[in-house]
Nanobody, 115 residues
């Protein structure tokens, strides 16, 4: 099982990025998917998740209204669209998948937002 996150990079404040997380070895459609992030010197925090079925989603208060999580089960990929980025969004972003709690983790992709 492998989750490969990509799409990170350097962007100016106010800009946008779309992160992708491609899965191999498991069918993402059967799992809830989530994005976490870890900023330098801080603990990992949950950013967003999306249920395996239906449209149930969750967003951390700090990103609500700016980030959107989406999944394409046909491509076995989950996305995180990030708009209106702020310097405080700078972190390594990780995707995860699980049935009840995060079981599988990607390696992470670095997002740096300059002011």
């Amino acid at each position: 099982v492998q989750l490969q996150a990509s799409g990170g990079g350097l962007v100016q404040a106010g800009g946008s990025l779309r992160l992708s997380c491609a899965a191999s070895g498991l069918a993402l459609g059967y799992y809830y998917v989530a994005w976490f992030r870890q900023a330098p010197g801080k603990e990992r925090e949950g950013v967003s998740y999306r249920a395996s079925s239906g449209s149930t989603t969750y967003y951390a208060g700090s990103v609500k209204g700016r980030f959107t999580i989406a999944r394409d089960n046909a491509k076995n990929t989950v996305y995180l669209q990030m708009n209106s980025l702020k310097p405080e969004d700078t972190a390594v972003y990780y995707c995860s998948a699980g049935m009840i709690s995060p079981t599988y983790w990607g390696r992470g992709t670095l997002v740096t937002v300059s002011s």
